[in-house]
């Protein structure tokens, strides 16, 4: 393919195919979302969704095919490099949360900051401000073991945020969270794209939550299709 065609400081798949246990589960899947766009993915549970994430955040490693964040394609860069990567670039809200139990909600939430290098009072300071943002102030007196659902998972996406990553890819980000908490993260993630000119792929079985994408895919027998907010192909 030629490089001046990729998504510039968005992700890009190209020819995708990834077969696991005698199932192939991806089938030439081409998606691009670019810099400041909105894309979400609905589709039956187990058609591959969470997989084709995983392959987006260089986490899982193709049959065929190849994905670029920003330009680079993350599937032939060694190990290192492609954590490298996925660290600068990438924020994953996982499917369930993914906490880590022995840290703090903030902690949790400044670790891809400090990780990325950044000054602790600095990776906390902003760490708050998503958290108050995202309605859960309350949590920076809990333990990670004690939260509900729904606090870990926007204590989730606040952790995926904290770097302001070009590519955010949000598993079911809303999939534990009443109407109101729902509103509200789906505001956080569909204003990004805008405001910092990321790119967005958003994973949903939420109607209301795949309307607000600038375009919306459905995934059947291993492909995406063009499909309205509930999912159905046009
Ligand atoms: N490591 C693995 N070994 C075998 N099968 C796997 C593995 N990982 C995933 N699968 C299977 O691949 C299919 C797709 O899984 P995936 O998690 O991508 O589905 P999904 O679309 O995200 O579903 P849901 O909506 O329920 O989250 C499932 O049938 C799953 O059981
Ligand atoms: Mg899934």
């Known amino acids: 393919m030629d490089p001046s065609e990729s998504a510039l400081g968005g992700v890009e798949t190209s020819d995708l195919h990834y077969g696991i246990a005698n199932r192939t589960l991806l089938k030439s899947v ?18 591959g969704k969470s997989t ?36 600068r670039s990438i924020g994953m809200i996982y499917q369930f949360g993914e906490l880590l139990p022995e840290l703090s909600p903030l902690e ?20 708050t401000d998503l958290l108050e943002g995202l309605g859960v102030k309350n949590v920076l007196g809990t333990d990670t073991g004690a939260l509900s659902g729904g606090e870990r998972q926007r204590v989730a996406v606040a952790r995926a945020l904290i770097g302001q990553p070009q590519v955010v890819l949000a598993d079911e980000p809303t999939g534990a969270l009443d109407g109101k908490a729902s509103t509200a993260v789906a ?30 895919l459905t995934m059947a027998d291993g492909r995406l299709a063009p499909a309205d907010s509930a999912g159905v192909p046009r």
């Open 30 to 47: 081409d998606l691009s979302v670019g810099a400041g766009r909105s894309v979400a993915i609905t589709g039956p549970s187990g058609c």
């Open 52 to 87: 084709l994430l995983g392959l987006l955040a260089g986490l899982l490693k193709p049959t065929r095919g190849t994905v670029r964040i920003a330009g680079e394609d993350i599937t032939s860069l060694a190990p290192g490099r492609r954590a490298a990567l996925r660290l």
């Open 108 to 127: 949790n939430t400044a670790l891809p900051a400090l990780l990325a290098g950044v000054a602790r009072e600095e990776a906390y300071a902003r760490g």
């Open 187 to 216: 505001d956080l993630l569909f204003s990004l794209p805008a405001r910092y000119g990321c790119a967005l792929v958003v994973v949903t079985h939420n109607p209301q939550v795949a309307a607000r994408a600038d375009q919306v």
